[in-house]
Antibody
Framework: EVQLVESGGGLVQPGGSLRLSCAAS????????MSWVRQAPGKGLEWVSV???????YYADSVTGRFTISRHNSKNTLYLQMHSLRAEDTAVYYC???????????????????WGQGTTVTVSS | AIRMTQSPSSFSASTGDRVTITCRAS??????LAWYQQKPGQAPKLLIY???TLQSGVPSRFSGSGSGTDFTLTISYLQSEDFAIYYC?????????FGQGTKVEIK
């Protein structure tokens, strides 16, 4: 079964650090694009970061320089290292497989087709 | 960053209704547009990608259209399980951006 399970969330003080993990099963993290998306309490979805199968990474402006996405291939796990956390980083963090899907013209598109259940990060003193 | 604007932000509908949600991009995104459904306490679910391609396993009452800056999600015959929040997302350029969401409520 294709599945993603996040962990590592919790309560952290402003300025602190936290590392989120996302364990995959049923597919290889290293062969796929993988993303993090977050959702602040009562708010909409915010894309955070992506790592390509080749290792390239991209970030939302709001987290650039503070967050780092990475993966451990043998553990089949995706990570999000978060530093200098702020109150506005409080959210449920989801990991997702950014799968290569094809349209009717057989042109590839990348969309998030498998999601974890989310892990909650609360930044507060 | 490309701004995605959905309308309406919320509305009430009855089962059996045909409903349409629109999504407008602040600049062209070609067909690099996906729609997600989210129910309370659950992770989002991919419905449509490439603006109009139905994800495997998604009921055919869902359909998408559009290209460039204007897109629509249509539910042809609303079912009870369709009451949820719907988000569009562009993946044409980074940072990827979501619309603010459209909440479909029971009338």
């Amino acid at each position: 079964e294709v599945q993603l399970v996040e962990s590592g969330g919790g309560l952290v003080q402003p300025g602190g650090s936290l590392r989120l993990s996302c364990a995959a099963s049923g597919f290889n993290v290293s062969s796929n694009y993988m993303s993090w998306v977050r959702q602040a309490p009562g708010k909409g979805l915010e894309w955070v970061s992506v790592i390509y199968s080749g290792g390239s990474t991209y970030y939302a402006d709001s987290v650039t320089g503070r967050f780092t996405i990475s993966r451990h291939n043998s553990k089949n796990t995706l990570y999000l290292q978060m530093h200098s956390l702020r109150a506005e980083d409080t959210a449920v963090y989801y990991c997702a497989r950014d799968n290569k899907l094809y349209d009717s013209s057989r042109y590839p598109h990348y969309a998030m087709d498998v999601w974890g259940q989310g892990t909650t990060v609360t930044v507060s003193s | 960053a490309i701004r995605m604007t959905q309308s309406p932000s919320s509305f009430s509908a009855s089962t059996g209704d045909r409903v349409t949600i629109t999504c407008r991009a602040s600049q062209g995104v070609s067909s690099y547009l996906a729609w997600y459904q989210q129910k309370p306490g659950q992770a989002p679910k991919l419905l449509i990608y490439a603006a109009s391609t139905l994800q495997s396993g998604v009921p055919s009452r869902f359909s998408g259209s559009g290209s460039g800056t204007d897109f629509t999600l249509t539910i042809s015959y609303l079912q009870s399980e369709d009451f949820a929040i719907y988000y569009c997302q562009q993946y044409s350029t980074y940072p990827r951006t979501f619309g603010q969401g459209t909440k479909v409520e029971i009338k």
